[in-house]
């Protein structure tokens, strides 16, 4: 019996034994950090962005103009070109009746301002965003293969360049705009194009000669790239910040620019519905009724100051200088 509880006691204790330097030592486990993921410029943009006010306020009347531009007949069921001069000729604005068609008056037509300004959204961003869009594109092609190649190709492309900045632009697109008999959306859109290219074109070319002298510019050379491959997939993701910067500031001022056009009567002209257009048309009764002018002013200048301030918050972002 003694052997027997001896024998059982020591097979209890090996159990033990076996057990405890089986079971993990939880005071010596300890959890590694996992490593931050590597932030890029365009994260670390997209994280500044978020928390910056401005950004929001002006992101948020954009995309608001855009949906009132796709979509005018979400905002209002009246027709901006339908007129009653009998009933609605000059008619005041009645503030208390929200999105209604005499919401914001009528004009020496008979016309409801609210559905003008509604429909008149559509004309103004497509202008904007359309000559944005080919300005970009076309000084973007121009700085890169200014600044890639240089020699004399660059001289040639710069001299370019600097004969377009010299003629003003709201007076050359004024000159090229009267040689159209009929001024349409496209005909307005490709004036502004013409003369508007230059900016972008100068700050691509800078930014492709700083970066073409990197170092995997030049060690995907070394490996035999072809300039193709080194312009779309190492040069133009490193040129894209400032020229975006660039580019956003810009497009309100085309926006200014074709409104400024339409009220010199060079621009679009009617049947088309624009914010300009109408500007050019009130002016004839700013002292008996100066709402007609004023409405569609104030909405120019919204417009062209959301996107404004967008710029600014872009490029606050996206310059390491200003951070």
Known sequence: MPEKTAATAASTGAEKVTSTAAAPDTALVTKVPKPDKARSLWSDAWHDLRRNPLFLISAGLIVLLIVISAFPSLFTSASPRDADLANHYLG??????FFQP???GYDGQGRSIYARVVYGARASIIVGVGVTALVTVLGTLVGMIAGYFGGWIDTLLSRLTDIFMGIPFLLGALVV???FEKRAIWVVILALVFLGWTQIARVARGSVITIKQADYVVAAKALGASTTRILTRHVLPNALAPIIVVATIALGGYI?????????????AEPTVSWGVDVSSGRE?????PHVLIIPSVMV???VLSFLMFGD???NALDPKLR
Do not use: K, M
């Not at 009764?285 to 009724?289: D, G, M, S, Y």
């Open 177 to 179: 705009l009267t040689s």
């Open 301 to 303: 200048s919204i417009t």
């Open 92 to 97: 005041q604005p009645n503030w208390s009746h």
């Open 285 to 289: 009764q700013l002292r008996n009724a």
């Open 313 to 315: 918050a872009v490029r």
């Open 256 to 268: 200014a620019a074709e409104a400024t056009l339409s009220f010199l009567g060079v621009g679009l």
């Open 102 to 104: 005499d919401w914001f």
